[in-house]
């Protein structure tokens, strides 16, 4: 989550969000969220747990290039 926050900050294209999933439980039944955290890329491509800064970007540009 900090990540993705970070990315946002950094890059006009990017966008960041964090929902609380037992507020919002929709939502977390819309994209199947069963453990925290799981960040969700353009509605399609997920993150499963907090994962080091280069693991992360690298499920961040793998998810775009597809």
Do not use: K, W
């Amino acid at each position: 989550m900090r990540l993705a926050h970070q990315f946002a900050l950094e890059s006009e294209q990017i966008t960041a969000d964090c929902v609380e999933a037992t507020e919002f439980p929709d939502l977390a039944t819309e994209y199947q969220v069963y453990a925290v955290p799981r960040t969700v890329l353009n509605g399609r491509h997920f993150i499963e747990g907090a994962l080091p800064e280069q693991q992360f970007l690298d499920a961040v540009l793998q998810a775009i290039t597809e």
